[in-house]
């Protein structure tokens, strides 16, 4: 039964002067159940970094899906890299502060961090392993046999071999500074993620120097991957690596010494910022501080060659202060993730997955007055099938509209040389009061967020970081518009951010209200994060970090009631991620009352299905596929307001630690509209991956011919593209 035949199809009016949910710890039902198993026992709950490396090697099977695109293969193949980087950059680094400080906290799955690191460090072994097995006996035989050919030192022929030499001398000698290691040359203080080598020497230098070790670091500012000129090699795109180019004439860095072992290295430091509450006078000037020492965190991972000796491994190991278990040995490149600059160098539309234009509807096209149409009806978008465009031309709109006298945006993520940062300096230097809430913790993006909110400053417009301790996750914006004698306000809400590059990859929805109930509830909140003043009561949205776990946990419980006096009850959520204990139990108690529970998580999942007495009646699914699955829905059937979007995932830190929104559908048929598109989600045939019981992953496998096989994101393409 699809979902849409959940929903009445008779309009009916919201009650926007009735809560739609709790707004006093009071008000919160009990989940307890009569159960006699102990729904916190740890066997019932999946260890959080161990599922999210689950997640990120249902990216790298995509590497081996003939099904995709050759060059999507290899793009997946480079974001299992990046993710696995950012991986020990936070969560790994975060489970070794706590062994450092002597502070093993056990989670929800019992499992102490110095067990999940042993665990995690066996399962990054054998992943690696695979990936360059991959890479080595797949993709790049098979994108040679596409014309498109890395070439090792063995491959180079003499026209190529002399081309090299002159890059080497013109290119890599004049930035490049060698560090010949003795009491007066220490140990360099090596950047993270930098590609560095390490060198056995024999012999004396002109100083009389024979400490027998150097290093040589790669400058950033090389290209990590060198395209060969047609008139080298004519056929094809060939490239060569700038580690191969080193690796060949690396003794000119030491002329009369011999270098007799030369390996690439590459080290992973703790990156996770470490900004205290406590009260700074300028939170931007102190985040720039941080930001300078995370180039140099405690290491997380050493990679080496494969080839590199022990004597050369142990050294880096003692210097870095890692254990044999940091060590990853790695047959290929170890800086795999700046490959993506292929991506740009070869132009084989081929065998890239094939272009699309998002659709765009009638109302919304480019020259109609966004206000206007929203004004009439609230609007629904999907991204990437749908453009995001129309939010960034509503910012240009107001930005010239004499008639807006107010905007308030939340910034967390926003794209280069941000068109919705111009437009909002515009509406700015046009006189318009323009408020801006910037999150300048939002992870590695924080030195672009601290110069977008200098842009804004000097326009005029008012910056706010938003509230200590709580980072700013919500999506919003809002416009203030005289109307008449009247002032009108009109909001965006969405469950991804104003990113109009990530709006073409990342699934979310976003809508366009002017509902009174609802814009004055953003007011509300906005007045909350830039002022001060009591907690607020909004009438139709659920904010974190005050009420919206109790509403979710209200909301669940309400199922559960359902079901045991004997209704049809269930619940839909669709997450990035799963991981807050509370709820996770929550869930457990509603799926022993009889609610049937889908769970679409595309990362990290806690919760364990299919456990008789436990969760038999809760099914969890994973999307992996061409566009990273991020829209957060939750659909509760008993609920006054049956459908929300959110920002938020069901995470300890979403639901506690950040400011987050969760807006209800108010209309019928957009309501309709996204259950459906959540029912092919749950029908996916392609790219779903359902969780079992025991805490493993299985692809979903059909009857149906691939040929008839069909997958969300290709469905959604079709729709609405």
């Not at 999940?116 to 990054?124: F, G, N, P, S, W």
């Not at 290491?299 to 880096?316: D, H, I, M, R, W």
């Not at 509807?361 to 995001?388: C, G, M, N, T, W």
């Not at 945006?409 to 940062?421: A, D, F, G, K, P």
Request: hydrophobic fraction near 40%; charge should be negative; proline fraction near 5%.
């Amino acid at each position: 039964m699809g979902f849409s035949q959940y929903i009445a199809h008779d309009p009916a009016p919201a009650k926007p002067a009735a809560a739609a949910h709790p707004t006093d710890e009071s008000e919160v039902v009990s989940t307890d159940s009569n159960s006699e198993v102990d729904l916190a026992n740890s066997e019932y709950y999946e260890n959080r970094e161990l599922s999210y490396f689950k997640f990120n090697l249902r990216v790298l099977e995509q590497a081996k899906d003939e099904n995709h695109p050759l060059l999507e293969r290899l793009m997946f193949l480079l974001i299992f890299s990046s993710n696995l980087d950012e991986f020990f950059e936070i969560r790994v680094s975060g489970l070794k502060k706590q062994l450092g400080f002597g502070r093993q906290r056990p989670g929800a799955d019992g499992q102490y961090p110095e067990q999940t690191l042993k665990i995690l460090h066996q399962q990054v072994r054998d992943a690696l392993s695979e990936q360059y097995r991959i890479l080595n006996d797949d993709l790049f035989p098979s994108l040679a046999s596409e014309g498109i050919r890395f070439l090792a030192r063995h491959e180079w022929n003499d026209a190529l071999k002399d081309w090299t030499r002159d890059y080497f001398f013109n290119e890599v000698v004049p930035v490049v500074s060698p560090l010949g290691l003795d009491p007066a040359h220490p140990f360099p203080r090596l950047v993270n993620k930098s590609l560095n080598f390490i060198l056995s020497l024999d012999g004396k230098d002109a100083f009389g120097r024979d400490s027998g070790l150097a290093i040589v670091p790669a400058p950033r500012s090389l290209p990590r991957l060198i395209k060969v000129p047609r008139e080298i090699l004519p056929d094809g795109d060939n490239f060569v690596f700038l580690s191969s180019v080193i690796h060949a004439y690396v003794e000119e860095f030491f002329p009369g010494m011999s270098v007799t072992e030369c390996h690439q290295f590459r080290v992973t430091r703790n990156s996770d910022l470490e900004m205290s509450n406590v009260e700074v006078e300028d939170f931007a000037m102190a985040l720039k501080g941080e930001l300078h020492s995370r180039r140099f965190g405690a290491a997380t991972k050493l990679e080496v060659g494969a080839e590199c000796p022990s004597q050369l491994t142990n050294f880096l190991l003692d210097r870095f202060d890692l254990t044999q278990e940091e060590l990853f040995t790695l047959d290929g490149p170890v800086n795999l993730q700046r490959l993506m600059a292929l991506f740009g160098m070869v132009d084989r539309p081929d065998l890239r997955f094939p272009k699309f234009t998002p659709g765009l509807p009638k109302v919304l096209e480019e020259h109609q007055s966004i206000f206007a149409a929203v004004a009439r009806e609230d609007q629904l978008l999907l991204h990437p099938y749908e453009s995001f465009l129309p939010v960034i031309d509503w910012v240009r709109q107001a930005a010239k509209d004499p008639s807006v006298l107010s905007i308030k945006q939340t910034l967390y993520r926003t794209n280069e040389s941000s068109e919705l940062v111009q437009a909002l300096a515009e509406a700015a230097r046009f006189g318009t009061e323009v408020t801006v809430v910037i999150e300048l913790r939002a992870r590695f993006d924080e030195e672009e967020n601290i110069n977008f909110a200098s842009i804004l400053q000097e326009a005029g417009a008012v910056v706010v970081y938003g509230v200590m301790g709580y980072k700013t996750h919500a999506k919003m914006l809002l416009f203030v518009r005289r109307e008449g004698n009247e002032l009108k306000r009109y909001a965006h809400l969405g469950t991804g951010n104003y990113h109009r590059k990530n709006s073409l990859i990342y699934t979310d929805y976003s809508l366009l209200t002017a509902d009174e109930t609802l814009c004055a509830d953003v007011h509300k909140v906005f007045q909350q994060i830039t002022g001060m003043g009591k907690k607020i009561h909004p009438n139709l949205l659920i904010h974190a970090p005050f009420n919206l776990k109790k509403s979710l946990l209200k909301m669940i419980a309400e199922e559960a009631a359902a079901a045991e006096a004997g209704k049809e009850a269930r619940i839909v959520a669709k997450l990035n991620a799963l991981t807050d204990p509370e709820m996770i139990r929550a869930l457990y108690e509603a799926s022993n009352a009889g609610v049937k529970v889908d769970l679409i998580v595309r990362g990290m999942c806690c919760l364990r299905p299919g456990i008789e007495g436990v969760s038999e009646n809760i099914r969890v699914v994973s999307i992996i596929g061409r566009f990273l699955e991020h829209s957060r829905v939750y659909y509760f059937k008993n609920s006054e307001q049956q459908l929300y979007c959110s920002s938020a995932d069901w995470m300890e830190r979403n639901l506690s630690n950040r400011i987050e929104v969760c807006f209800p559908i108010l209309k019928k048929k957009h309501q309709s509209r996204i259950l459906a598109e959540i029912e092919w989600h749950l029908e996916d045939e392609i790219q779903c991956w359902e969780l079992g019981a025991d805490g493993e992953y299985t692809k979903i496998q059909h009857a149906t011919t691939q040929e008839s096989a069909q997958g969300v994101q290709q469905r959604l393409l079709e729709k609405l593209a």
